[in-house]
């Protein structure tokens, strides 16, 4: 089945640091794959999206890039600021030919807390 | 506009008794998603509602647990004789027609079955 690990947090930078957080899938088939985020009291937000292999998604000063060769996708962010604090969901979704179409499968999630 | 809309926001429950989590979803989306989070399984799927087709249920964990979404719109999930390991945040997401792949969630309920 379709699986989805990201690297294990929680994660402490401080501002204006270089943030990577690793994700790698497995899945059958050509899915599409995101990034959720939880700011701390609120609900999950789409952060970023890539539909196929190349496509770079990008929103916020966040990017990741859809490996299809590594089958990752690792969020990535040149200076954090403290408010980025939250926590952070990798995600796949099986492309639009599978009876399972927009099932979303999360990673764990990495706690990211950025410090002044 | 209006987003996503779960009620209650919190529910304190006993072991054994049935519960009822609503969920309203974003206007004009057709296909609604229910998961859980809880601290020792991370994000689960839950079951999923595409229009009048039959919903996707694989990801139900129990015959306890049933879903229904009246009139193409409003879902209610129902969890029966409620037990310890039931305690989460159910959380529903919405998306629209043709966009499946960007789901909407909603700010979840906190189920606590003591």
């Known amino acids: 089945g379709n699986s989805v690990t990201q690297m294990e947090g929680p994660v402490t930078l401080s501002e204006e640091a270089f943030l990577t957080i690793n994700c790698t899938y497995t899945?059958?088939?050509?899915?599409?794959l995101f990034w959720y985020v939880q700011y701390p009291g609120e609900g999950l937000q789409l952060l970023l999206k890539?539909?196929?292999?190349?496509d770079k998604g990008s929103n916020k000063g966040f990017e990741a890039t859809y490996r299809k060769e590594t089958t990752s996708f690792h969020l990535e962010k040149g200076s954090v600021q403290v408010s980025d604090s939250a926590v952070y969901f990798c995600a796949l979704s099986p492309n639009a030919g599978g009876t399972s179409y927009g099932k979303l499968t999360f990673g764990q999630g990495t706690i990211l807390t950025v410090h002044p | 506009g209006a987003g996503v809309s779960q009620s209650p926001s919190n529910k304190v429950t006993e072991k054994g008794k049935d519960v009822e989590l609503r969920c309203d979803p974003i206007?004009?989306?057709?296909?609604l998603y229910w998961y859980r989070q809880s601290l020792g399984q991370g994000l689960e799927f839950l079951i999923y509602f595409q229009g009048n087709s039959a919903p996707d249920k694989s990801g139900l964990p129990s015959d306890r647990f049933s879903a229904e979404r009246t009139g193409g719109s409003v879902s209610t999930l129902t969890i029966q004789r409620t037990q310890q390991e039931d305690s989460a945040v159910y959380l529903c997401?919405?998306?629209?027609?043709?966009?499946?792949?960007?789901?909407?969630f909603g700010p979840g309920t906190r189920l606590t079955v003591t």
């Open positions: 890539a539909t196929k292999a190349d």
């Open positions: 899945a059958t088939g050509y899915p599409s």
């Open positions: 206007s004009g989306h057709t296909a």
């Open positions: 997401a919405s998306s629209s027609p043709g966009h499946s792949y960007e789901q909407y």
